[in-house]
């Protein structure tokens, strides 16, 4: 059981928004920043979020990240077929005094 | 270019110990903590520890104290992590990975490709 909550999969057709959610507490999400990681299996994760909405140079525009509360959301607008991919979100919980990550969303374009 | 160069996959016996290693490259290895995440077959990332190669100041998640040793050399830029004694349930993807970021917020900006760690009898 993660700490942070985020839906097993989520899917789209190319074209479309999609929307990961990630769900947490006042120790973690409520009291710090969030990241987010996409990871193609076989590969290294790969930073695709800091700071809730910032993009590291190279992550196409159509990335945009956002939190209220104790909740963050990651959203890809028009989706493409190479975004296929797990993410996962993350932050540091001031209670567990370390990172948490979310279980993992799985992504699948149509 | 900034990188993380992990050692290969290894296949071991439960009790047997191992270390695998991480060695940074393209900036200064000794600024910046590097951390270890490991992944389960089919599950999410966990995040086990880090150390900050400068001093070699480690903090492990609670999960992991006692479970695993967090360790670096600054002269090769390598860390490592290792165990004493493995069990099958340590069969896993085990990342390193680079912290950046400042004081209102760190993050993970680097990831090493990941060592595969199988234990079977």
């Known amino acids: 059981q993660s700490v942070l909550t985020q839906p097993p999969s989520a899917s789209g057709t190319p074209g479309q928004r999609v929307t990961i959610s990630c769900s947490g507490s006042?120790?973690?999400?409520?009291?710090?920043?969030v990241n987010w990681y996409q990871h193609l299996p076989g590969t290294a994760p790969k930073l695709l979020m800091f700071?809730?909405?910032q993009r590291p140079s190279g992550v196409p525009d159509r990335f945009s990240g956002s939190k209220s509360g104790t909740s963050a959301s990651l959203a890809i607008s028009t989706l493409q077929s190479e975004d296929e991919a797990d993410y996962y979100c993350a932050a540091w919980d001031g209670s567990l005094n370390g990172w948490v990550f979310g279980g993992g969303t799985k992504l699948t374009v149509l | 270019e900034v990188q993380l160069v992990q050692s290969g996959a290894e296949v071991k016996k439960p009790g047997e110990s191992l270390k695998i290693s991480c060695k940074g490259s393209?900036?200064?290895?000794?600024?910046?903590?590097i951390a270890w995440v490991r992944q389960m077959p089919g599950k999410g990332l966990e995040w086990m520890g880090i150390i900050y190669p400068g001093d070699s100041d480690t903090i492990y998640s609670p999960s992991f104290q006692g479970q695993v040793t967090i360790s670096a050399d600054k002269s090769i830029s390598t860390a490592y992590l290792q165990w004493s004694s493995l069990t099958a349930s340590d069969t896993a993807m085990y990342y390193c990975a680079r912290r950046n970021g400042h004081n209102l917020g760190w993050y993970f900006d680097v990831w090493g490709r990941g060592t595969l760690i199988t234990v079977s009898s």
């Open positions: 006042n120790s973690n999400i409520g009291s710090d920043i």
């Open positions: 393209g900036y200064i290895f000794t600024s910046y903590w």
């Open positions: 700071s809730v909405n």
